[in-house]
């Protein structure tokens, strides 16, 4: 019997990873901290955050797993689920422990900049004439990352739904899916960038020091690889919906109870 697990638990899926995964990461940053006192500053911020190369890792992994736990033992949606808002709260509890790990790296980073080099430390390594413009500029960043990440958990939930088509090799189908669907993705992204060259382009202050004195000029940056990269994410999502629609479609028609050739007579 299908028995899938509720939102709630399902954000639970695999907790003990993500904990050691956690504690592995303030593992390493604690062993930074013990030795400060021979690491240049570049290192202790290389270092630091240097745990978030297991975020990538871990929206593939979870993914699946989460995808899994939403899909129950036979596979199937339950019988009056709804295939988009199990692919896409799948996706949300993924996105959720990717934020909540990040978080945490991004916290045991600070406090080691905090520790090492202080604030004043920190301003006078990194040439940073606004505190805004910094935060900005990290936000920025992230926000890109983040959407390269949820690609990457994008990809895998499409593949891991692909490999329940078929009832045996799913695991060599689904790296199979994931690797050629990748593949597809570098070649059409760049393509629909250079049709969406239409868009109006982001704006960006790029500083300049002039002397001692620091002056903001602003650039412009084409916003078409983004929408490219996020017009991929939506096709991914639309595609593993559609799937996971129809094979749950197919397998209710398969496992209906037949009507008795008695009660079909009677109908007519």
């Known amino acids: 019997m299908n028995d899938p697990k509720a939102p ?142 949820l690609v990457l958990a994008a990809l895998s939930q499409f593949a891991y739904v692909f490999s329940r088509l078929v009832d045996s090799f799913r695991g060599i189908l689904g790296a199979w899916v994931f690797i050629l669907a990748a593949w597809i993705g570098m070649r059409a992204v760049p393509l629909l960038a250079d049709w969406l060259a239409w868009l109006p382009d982001f704006t960006f202050d790029e500083f300049y020091a002039v002397g001692d004195v620091y002056e903001f000029r602003t650039v412009l940056i084409e916003s078409s690889p983004v929408a490219a990269l996020a017009l991929f994410f939506v096709a991914l999502v639309a595609a593993s919906i559609w799937i996971l629609a129809r094979t749950a479609a197919d397998f209710q028609g398969q496992t209906a109870p037949a009507e008795p050739a008695g009660a079909r007579e009677r109908g007519l």
């Open 8 to 149: 709630a638990t399902r954000l639970l899926t695999d907790w003990r990873w993500f904990v050691g995964m956690c504690a592995l990461s303030l593992l390493w940053q604690g062993a930074l901290a013990l030795r400060l006192g021979g690491l240049t500053p570049g290192a202790v911020a290389l270092g630091a955050w240097l745990p978030l190369v297991l975020a990538p890792i871990w929206a593939v992994f979870s993914s699946i797993r989460v995808m899994q736990a939403s899909l129950g033992e036979e596979g199937q949606l339950d019988q009056g689920a709804h295939a988009w808002r199990v692919v896409l709260s799948s996706l949300g509890i993924t996105l959720l422990q990717v934020l909540a790990f990040s978080l945490l790296v991004g916290l045991g980073a600070l406090l080691l900049f905090r520790i090492s080099l202080g604030v004043p430390g920190l301003l006078d390594l990194l040439p940073i004439p606004s505190p805004m413009w910094f935060a900005g500029l990290l936000l920025r960043g992230y926000g890109i990352v983040l959407l390269f990440v």
